[in-house]
C-alpha cells in the first residue's frame, strides 16, 4: 500500500527550514527516503526502522514514529543543494520485503 | 558518479522492434531490481531478482522480459513495446533481497525510453 506524503510541494529560500511527512496505515518495519533531482537517479538519504529511531545527515534528519506510522524528513537550513523530488520508501516486515515509493514531495530552494 | 551502470541512456525504438536494456553493478550486492518511472511519479517496481531468480514480477505484461545472466548483470527484454511504455526505466540494486528492508537501494541513472 502506497504511503502517503505531504505537502505535495514547497518552495523555501535558502537558509529555511522544512518538513516533510510520510504516513501509512500499514505497520511499517522500515521507511527509506530518497532524493530525486531532474533528469537524475535517485539517492539514498537514510533509513529508520521500528523503534522510533532518529537519524541525522548533515543537516537533514528524520524520525520514525511507529505508533502513528509515521516518518518525518526535516531538512534546516536549507542550500541550493537540497532542491528536488523527496520520495520515502516503506516497507512491512515479514516476507513482504517489497519497498513502496509514495508520491514524492517537491523541494525548491531559491536564493 | 553512480556504482550502477545503466546502457544506453536513451533509447528510441518502434513498436515492432526489439531492444534491450542492460544494467551492472560490481558492489557484490545479490538483489537487483528493475523500476519504472513516468514524470513527476514515483518508481514503480516492476521486477526484482534475488540470487539471480526472479522473485517479483509485478504483474508486468510478457512484451517485457526480464534476465539476470549472472549477479553483476540485469537485462530487460523489450518486444512490441506501446507508446504509453514510454518512461525511464531504473535499475537498482541492494545488498541482498531480506536486507533490503533495511539496506539502501543503489539506482542507476536509467534508460529514458520512447516508444514511437
Known amino acids: 500500500q502506497q504511503p502517503v506524503q505531504s505537502p505535495q510541494a514547497v518552495i523555501l529560500r535558502e537558509g529555511e527550514d522544512a518538513v516533510i511527512n510520510c504516513s501509512s496505515s500499514k505497520a511499517l518495519y522500515s521507511v527509506h527516503w530518497y532524493r530525486q533531482k531532474h533528469g537524475e537517479a535517485p539517492v539514498f538519504l537514510m533509513i529508520l526502522l521500528k523503534g522510533g529511531e532518529q537519524k541525522g545527515h548533515d543537516k537533514i534528519s528524520a524520525s520514525f514514529n511507529e505508533k502513528k506510522q509515521q516518518s518525518s524528513l526535516y531538512l534546516t537550513a536549507s542550500q541550493l543543494s537540497y532542491s528536488g523530488t523527496y520520495f520515502c520508501?516503506?516497507?512491512?516486515?515479514?516476507?513482504?520485503?517489497?519497498?513502496?515509493f509514495g508520491k514524492g514531495t517537491l523541494l525548491t530552494v531559491n536564493p | 558518479d553512480t556504482e550502477v551502470t545503466q546502457t544506453p541512456k536513451h533509447l528510441v525504438m518502434g513498436m515492432t522492434n526489439k531492444k534491450s536494456l542492460k544494467c551492472e553493478q560490481h558492489m557484490g550486492h545479490r538483489a537487483m531490481y528493475w523500476y519504472k518511472q513516468k514524470a513527476k511519479k514515483p518508481p514503480e517496481l516492476m521486477f526484482v531478482?534475488?540470487?539471480?531468480?526472479?522473485?517479483i514480477n509485478e504483474s508486468v505484461p510478457s512484451r517485457f522480459s526480464p534476465e539476470c545472466p549472472n549477479s553483476s548483470l540485469l537485462n530487460l527484454h523489450l518486444h512490441a513495446l506501446q507508446p504509453e511504455d514510454s518512461a525511464l526505466y531504473l535499475c537498482?540494486?541492494?545488498?541482498?533481497?531480506?536486507?533490503?528492508?533495511?539496506?539502501?537501494?543503489?539506482f542507476g541513472n536509467g534508460t529514458r525510453l520512447t516508444v514511437t
Open positions: 531478482y534475488s540470487y539471480e531468480k526472479l522473485s
Open positions: 520508501g516503506t516497507t512491512s516486515g515479514g516476507s513482504n520485503y517489497k519497498l513502496t
Open positions: 537498482a540494486s541492494s545488498q541482498d533481497l531480506n536486507a533490503g528492508q533495511n539496506s539502501p537501494l543503489h
